[in-house]
């Protein structure tokens, strides 16, 4: 057996194997370093990330611009209820003080109340006080229509004390000296007045009421849009830019392990043509052998 092959040879493809051995265990204590280093760093990005965001004040900012904006409309509805049903029941309070009116003159002309105009004065009045007591006194600051239904809800003692009486009416600007009638037939008339002013307010209220929370209705469904958009698209550019942080290391890592690779590869070549190659059966080669 040739020495040179029988020693040299094998001495260098052990050592080869050796030092690939500890090549490959090497890298790997190395590796693992490097992978809990990059796990940090990807950590620290996270975390900058969440520290440069300022999704959560824009959207705590603009919850509470909605909670603000739902207050304000819960306000203004449950004026605009009371409204509406203020200017309903002043509908109907206004059909009955004309009637109560017009029975002064039902028989005969206003100078003279018979038993039946009483007893229709008597009904109205009775449902004239019933409206006046369930009329609504909800107040809004920015608003005056209060003020024309208190102005009714003061009647409400002169009605309660109307007591029209089988008889004369008198004159206008007399005094009332016979009875209460002519009294009576006055209050009428400027609760008839007080009514209108009431009714020609609250329309034009209940329409700006109606307009204001249709705004409002409309700046709570922006607002709940924005709310919605930051969270998905902000959400969605910082999961890309983490995803994108995370790309970057691993491809650092692969590079690093391909560059092993190649090294490895590159030593396991060594080794083997330190081992020499097989020599056939019959080859002149195996002269020297």
Same mark, same amino acid.
């Given at each position: 057996?040739?020495? =040179?092959?029988?020693?040299?040879?094998?001495?260098?493809?052990?050592?080869?194997?050796?030092?690939?051995?500890?090549?490959?265990?090497?890298?790997?204590?190395?590796?693992?370093?490097?992978?809990?280093?990059?796990?940090?760093?990807?950590?620290?990005?996270?975390?900058?990330?969440?520290?440069?965001?300022? *999704?959560?004040?824009?959207?705590?900012?603009?919850?509470?611009?909605?909670?603000?904006?739902?207050?304000?409309?819960?306000?203004?509805?449950?004026?605009?209820?009371?409204?509406? &049903?203020?200017?309903?029941?002043?509908?109907? +309070?206004?059909?009955?003080?004309?009637?109560?009116?017009?029975?002064?003159?039902?028989?005969?002309?206003?100078?003279?109340?018979?038993?039946?105009?009483?007893?229709?004065?008597?009904?109205?009045?009775?449902?004239?006080?019933?409206? *006046?007591?369930?009329?609504?006194?909800?107040? &809004?600051?920015?608003?005056? &229509?209060?003020?024309?239904?208190?102005?009714?809800?003061?009647?409400?003692?002169?009605?309660?004390? +109307?007591?029209?009486?089988?008889?004369?009416?008198?004159?206008?600007?007399?005094?009332?000296?016979?009875?209460?009638?002519?009294?009576? =037939?006055?209050?009428?008339?400027?609760?008839?007045?007080?009514?209108?002013?009431?009714?020609?307010?609250?329309?034009?209220?209940?329409?700006?009421?109606?307009?204001?929370?249709?705004?409002?209705?409309?700046?709570?469904?922006?607002?709940?849009?924005?709310?919605?958009?930051?969270?998905?698209?902000? =959400?969605?550019?910082?999961?890309?830019?983490?995803?994108?942080?995370?790309?970057?290391?691993?491809?650092?890592?692969?590079?690093?392990?391909?560059?092993?690779?190649?090294?490895?590869?590159?030593?396991?070549?060594?080794?083997?043509?330190?081992?020499?190659?097989?020599?056939?059966?019959?080859?002149? +080669?195996?002269?020297?052998?």
């Amino acid at each position: 057996m040739n020495p =040179l092959s029988a020693y040299g040879v094998q001495i260098g493809e052990v050592l080869s194997k050796i030092a690939q051995g500890r090549f490959r265990l090497g890298f790997e204590n190395s590796f693992q370093q490097i992978q809990n280093t990059v796990a940090n760093r990807i950590n620290d990005e996270i975390d900058r990330i969440a520290r440069e965001d300022d *999704t959560p004040r824009r959207l705590a900012t603009l919850e509470s611009e909605y909670r603000k904006i739902e207050r304000n409309k819960g306000l203004i509805d449950t004026y605009e209820e009371s409204v509406r &049903h203020n200017n309903s029941r002043l509908d109907t +309070m206004q059909e009955n003080v004309t009637a109560a009116i017009s029975a002064f003159s039902t028989d005969d002309d206003n100078t003279n109340l018979t038993a039946d105009e009483v007893t229709t004065i008597e009904a109205k009045r009775d449902a004239l006080i019933e409206d *006046t007591q369930r009329l609504l006194s909800t107040v &809004h600051p920015n608003y005056a &229509h209060p003020t024309a239904i208190r102005d009714i809800k003061n009647q409400l003692a002169t009605l309660q004390a +109307m007591e029209p009486v089988v008889g004369v009416v008198d004159a206008e600007g007399s005094g009332s000296p016979s009875n209460s009638n002519r009294d009576i =037939l006055d209050s009428l008339n400027s609760l008839d007045t007080l009514i209108s002013t009431a009714k020609n307010v609250g329309t034009v209220v209940q329409e700006d009421l109606f307009s204001v929370s249709l705004n409002l209705q409309a700046k709570l469904a922006g607002n709940a849009a924005d709310l919605t958009t930051i969270s998905t698209v902000e =959400l969605k550019r910082r999961e890309e830019e983490i995803d994108q942080i995370k790309a970057d290391y691993g491809n650092i890592l692969r590079m690093i392990s391909l560059s092993f690779e190649a090294q490895a590869n590159s030593a396991e070549k060594l080794g083997e043509s330190l081992a020499g190659g097989k020599i056939e059966p019959g080859s002149v +080669m195996n002269l020297f052998s």
